[in-house]
């Protein structure tokens, strides 16, 4: 997911500004997003080391768009915007640092990229223009693999026991090169040792994701409706009468679980000896005799 035209030979073509968008969610149909903070950090990519950073609240157009209590802990309230500049009032700050140069970031090519061209358009200029963009989300996906789960922010962040993702600007921003930093060294050893490091995480039960949790709930319910059906009510005597449970996953184990027992306990040489007997006694009577007698031994 990495296009890079780095025809223009000037310093800035040659940064990488990884820059994060908080926005108002639409909850209605017809209603639009509104950038509500922007944050940046411009790094040299050959050693990672930050040039320069910024970060500014805004404050939409539509101030009512925006929640008065945000269901995030660190998230943005419409009264934290209130008195924020406009986009306006930084736009030309925000241009300077991202045109012309390598826009980067987690999923900006399908929500941020785009969010800036509806900002700048709203004001009528112009957006302004990367020499390449590198989004992480299909970089990670691709070369790491699906082993954080759905490759969000906050689960790549958990994974590699970052924290939780604050969802403002530039913490996010952070965490992106913190997250980039770990699964570049994670592909760097695997590749330098592929026969011991490349294992299958595919299979790794310790790796948990959402479809997993999702398949494990379903499977905990599947066994639980089953139970349920082990109990019948027979119609013709009106007790209760136990199915045959033909899977081979064993039932629920509990203090108040007990298996029923067909015959008295008793020591081997006890039951030897009223077998034998039984069979002395039986020899002289007819066979139904024998067979009627027997039963007592087996209850």
């Known amino acids: 997911m990495a296009d890079f035209n780095l025809s223009n030979n000037n310093e800035s073509a040659k940064e990488i500004v990884f820059f994060d968008l908080e926005t108002t969610v639409p909850n209605k149909s017809g209603q639009r997003f509104w950038v509500l903070e922007f944050g940046a950090i411009v790094v040299c990519p050959r050693?990672?080391?930050?040039?320069?950073?910024?970060?500014?609240?805004?404050?939409?157009?539509?101030?009512?768009?925006?929640?008065i209590r945000s269901g995030r802990c660190d998230g943005i309230t419409r009264e934290s915007v209130a008195n924020a500049p406009s986009f306006e009032d930084v736009s030309d700050k925000i241009f300077s640092i991202l045109d012309g140069r390598i826009w980067a970031g987690h999923n900006i090519q399908r929500f941020d990229c785009v969010r800036i061209k509806e900002a700048f358009a709203?004001?009528?200029?112009?957006?302004?223009?990367?020499?390449?963009i590198i989004d992480s989300l299909g970089v990670l996906s691709e070369k790491f693999g699906k082993r954080a789960g759905n490759m969000k922010m906050a689960s790549l962040a958990t994974y590699f026991g970052l924290g939780q993702q604050k969802h403002r600007?530039?913490?996010?921003?952070?965490?992106?090169?913190?997250?980039?930093?770990?699964?570049?060294?994670?592909?760097?050893?695997?590749?330098s040792?592929?026969?011991?490091?490349?294992?299958?995480?595919?299979?790794?039960?310790?790796?948990?994701?959402?479809s997993k949790?999702?398949?494990d709930s379903r499977l905990n319910e599947k066994w639980n409706n089953t139970s349920s059906t082990m109990i019948t009510r027979s119609q013709h005597k009106g007790k209760l009468s136990f199915g045959v449970?033909?899977?081979?996953?064993?039932?629920?184990?509990?203090?108040?679980?007990?298996?029923?027992?067909?015959?008295?306990?008793?020591?081997?040489?006890?039951?030897?000896?009223?077998?034998?007997?039984?069979?002395?006694?039986?020899?002289?009577?007819?066979?139904?005799?024998?067979?009627?007698?027997s039963r007592s031994l087996l209850r």
Request: proline share 9%; with cysteine; hydrophobic share 35%.
């Open 47 to 67: 050693k990672l080391v930050e040039l320069e950073s910024y970060c500014t609240l805004i404050k939409p157009t539509d101030l009512s768009a925006v929640a």
């Open 122 to 132: 709203d004001i009528g200029r112009p957006p302004p223009v990367p020499v390449g």
């Open 169 to 191: 600007s530039l913490d996010d921003v952070r965490m992106n090169l913190e997250v980039l930093k770990h699964c570049a060294t994670v592909l760097f050893l695997e590749s």
């Open 193 to 210: 040792l592929p026969n011991l490091l490349n294992f299958n995480w595919q299979n790794n039960p310790n790796i948990m994701t959402r």
């Open 213 to 215: 949790t999702v398949l």
């Open 245 to 293: 449970d033909t899977s081979r996953k064993s039932p629920p184990t509990s203090a108040t679980y007990q298996r029923g027992i067909p015959y008295a306990r008793e020591s081997l040489g006890k039951m030897t000896l009223r077998a034998r007997n039984l069979i002395c006694k039986a020899q002289a009577k007819p066979l139904h005799n024998f067979l009627r007698s």
